[in-house]
């Protein structure tokens, strides 16, 4: 009997492992947002790769994209999987500047309407770099949490979030999102993300920078 029943229990668990499932405990809400604030703080410098794709119901795309952060100041490359067109944006407390092809250079205090009139489609990217690092914002966005106390959705500005998917990354040992998608209607656009660059500030000698693999695309 009990080797029949064996059977079952492990293909769950190699299915678990394929699907790239972590089980953690239960725990309080936002119970990991400390560990991932004290991350960033020793690590001002990050950038992450990933995908954005993009679907109206009717029509879509898919986007590359690069994110690069030093403090306060962002630089986003964005790129057409097809069709060879790009973007760079730079950010920061002062505003935004977008810059690629058929725009020439754009300016203002909205990153968000820059990306559109820039890609023509709404991507809200203004607080984006907080999102993907699974942290909520702004103050005052509407939050829930999973079981285990990881932010599950995010609601701000006609914006609904779900936050899909979280691994613990190799080589950084902080919890983070792999998916994030943001959905408003009848807009969405859905971030899986690949890859991750860390600095840390005020190491001593050469600065070393941390390489923490996810899945792949």
């Known amino acids: 009997m009990m080797h029949r029943r064996a059977g079952p229990v ?3 668990c190699l299915a678990l492992i394929a699907a790239g499932c972590a089980l953690r405990e239960p725990r309080p809400e936002g119970a990991w947002l400390a560990e991932r604030e004290a991350w960033f703080d020793a690590h001002q410098k990050w ?3 990933g995908r954005l794709g993009l679907s109206d119901g009717d029509r879509g795309g898919s986007l590359a994209m690069t ?3 030093d403090g306060t100041e962002h630089v986003v490359l964005l790129r057409t999987i ?7 944006l730079e950010m920061g407390p002062s ?3 977008l810059t690629g092809s058929e725009i020439g250079r ?3 205090p909205d990153p968000d309407l820059l990306v559109e009139q820039a890609v023509g489609w709404p991507i809200p990217v203004r607080w984006m770099s907080q999102w993907l690092r699974g942290l909520p914002a702004p103050s ?3 939050t829930g949490y999973a079981d285990d106390g990881v932010l599950q959705t995010l609601g701000w500005g006609g914006w609904q979030l779900e936050f899909d998917r979280w691994r613990r990354l190799d080589g950084a040992g902080v919890l983070l999102p792999v998916r994030v998608t943001a959905e408003n209607p009848p807009y969405r656009v859905r971030a899986a993300l690949s890859r991750w660059n860390f600095e840390r500030d005020g190491a001593p000698g050469s600065p070393k920078l941390t390489n923490a693999a996810v899945e792949s695309l």
């Open 10 to 12: 492990l293909a769950a």
């Open 47 to 49: 950038s992450v790769r």
């Open 67 to 69: 994110w690069q952060a």
């Open 82 to 88: 097809a069709g060879g067109r790009q973007w760079r």
């Open 95 to 97: 505003g935004a500047v």
């Open 106 to 108: 754009l300016a203002g």
């Open 140 to 142: 005052g966005a509407a």
